[in-house]
Nanobody
Framework: VQLQASGGGLVQAGGSLRLSCAAS????????MDWYRQAPGKERELVAS????????TYADSVKGRFTISRDNAKNTVYLQMNSLKPEDTAVYYC?????????WGQGTLVTVSS
């Protein structure tokens, strides 16, 4: 299994970024997926989750109304659209495959939001 996250970068507060996570697994469409983030000096936290078919979605309270998780099972890819970004959103963002026994983590992509 490989999870390739991309789309991070430097953005001003109020801006937007779209993260992508491409999975190299044939059973991707049956896997629930998550986006986590870890800010410097803080524990990794769950940002958003999406069920295998996309019908069940949950968000952390801190990102509700600003972030949108989605997936394209034909492309084996999960997305995180991040709008109205705040400096406190600065973190390394990781995608996580819950369908793999024990879970599987991608390598992370850095998002930096300047004030």
């Amino acid at each position: 299994v490989q999870l390739q996250a991309s789309g991070g970068g430097l953005v001003q507060a109020g801006g937007s970024l779209r993260l992508s996570c491409a999975a190299s697994i044939s059973t991707f469409s049956s896997h629930a997926m998550d986006w986590y983030r870890q800010a410097p000096g803080k524990e990794r936290e769950l940002v958003a989750s999406i069920s295998s078919g996309g019908g069940r979605i949950t968000y952390a309270d801190s990102v509700k109304g600003r972030f949108t998780i989605s997936r394209d099972n034909a492309k084996n890819t999960v997305y995180l659209q991040m709008n109205s970004l705040k400096p406190e959103d600065t973190a390394v963002y990781y995608c996580h495959d819950r369908g793999v026994v024990g879970g599987f983590w991608g390598q992370g992509t850095l998002v930096t939001v300047s004030s």
